[in-house]
C-alpha cells in the first residue's frame, strides 16, 4: 500500500479478538487505511476490546444474502439432487489452514449418515489443502452457499464470522463447532452469543453423545430462528465505499 500512496485502501475489519490480540497493532494497521469498517457481531454490546478509537464505521451484522434472496426448499433440492422427503444437514467446518477438521468432519459426515441424514459438504473456497471426500452425499464448493440454505433441516458450522451471522441472520438451525486455535477471532465468544437467538447449538470438542443428542434436537425443533433486524449492514458499507470513490 506504500508504494501507491493514491490508491484508496478499504479494511473491512471484524472485531471480536481475544484478549492476546495486541491492540497497538491493530491501530498501527487501521491508521494506513483510507476507510475502516467494522461488521457488527449478532450481540451489538461486545465484551471484549473490539474498538481502536479510530475514525472507524461501526455496521450492523453483515451478510452477503437476506432472506429474501434464498432459493426456495424445492428449487434449492433439486439443484443439489436431494431428496424431497429426507432430512438433510450442511456441513462447514472452516478452511482447515488453521488446523485439521478432516478428522472431526469425517466422524460427524459418517455419524450423520448413519442415521439416514443426506450431508452436503460446503468446501471452502479458500481452503489451501482439499481432498476429494467421498463420505458426504455430495460437495460444492459455491459462493454463496447459504442460497441454498432452505434445502437443509440444520448445519453443522464453524464458528466464523459468515458462518454464524449467516446461519442466525437467515434462520438456518445449526450446531456450532468454534475453532479455539484462532490467533485472533474470538469464535467461541462468538458462538455464546448466538444462542439464544433460537436453535442453535454449541460443542467445543466432538463427541458423539453430545452430538447424537444435539441432532435430536436440531431434528425435532419446528423453529427456523427469531426475526432479526431487517438492516444488512452490507447496504451501508456499499454506501460508504461509494463515498469514498473506492
Not at 80 to 99: E, M
Request: charged share 20%; glycine share 8%.
Amino acid at each position: 500500500m506504500h508504494s501507491y500512496p493514491k490508491l484508496q485502501c478499504v479494511w473491512v475489519k471484524r472485531g471480536l479478538y481475544k484478549d492476546s490480540v495486541d491492540q497497538g497493532h491493530l491501530k498501527s494497521l487501521a491508521s494506513g487505511f483510507s476507510l475502516v469498517l467494522a461488521p457488527g457481531e449478532l450481540v451489538a454490546e461486545n465484551e471484549g476490546p473490539t474498538t481502536l478509537k479510530l475514525a472507524i464505521h461501526q455496521l450492523g451484522p453483515i451478510s452477503l444474502l437476506d432472506r429474501n434472496d434464498l432459493m426456495n426448499r424445492a428449487l434449492a433440492r433439486d439443484i443439489l439432487r436431494l431428496p424431497k422427503d429426507q432430512p438433510c444437514a450442511y456441513v462447514q467446518l472452516g478452511a482447515g489452514n488453521i488446523n485439521g477438521i478432516d478428522d472431526v468432519q469425517d466422524k460427524i459426515i459418517s455419524n450423520l449418515r448413519e442415521k439416514g441424514i443426506r450431508v452436503v459438504l460446503g468446501q471452502s473456497p479458500i481452503a489451501l489443502h482439499t481432498k476429494p471426500d467421498l463420505r458426504a452425499d455430495s460437495v460444492i464448493v459455491d459462493y454463496p452457499n447459504s442460497k441454498y440454505f432452505r434445502a437443509f433441516d440444520f448445519a453443522v458450522l464453524a464458528g466464523g464470522y459468515n458462518s454464524v451471522c449467516e446461519a442466525v441472520r437467515l434462520g438456518l438451525p445449526a450446531l456450532f463447532i468454534p475453532n479455539t486455535e484462532t490467533g485472533a477471532d474470538d469464535q467461541l465468544k462468538r458462538v455464546q452469543q448466538s444462542l439464544h437467538y433460537g436453535p442453535y447449538e454449541m460443542m467445543v470438542e466432538y463427541s458423539k453423545e453430545e452430538f447424537d443428542s444435539v441432532v435430536k434436537r436440531l431434528l425435532e425443533c419446528q423453529s427456523r430462528g427469531c426475526d432479526l433486524p431487517a438492516t444488512n449492514g452490507a447496504v451501508l458499507a456499499a454506501e460508504l465505499i461509494g463515498q469514498h470513490g473506492v
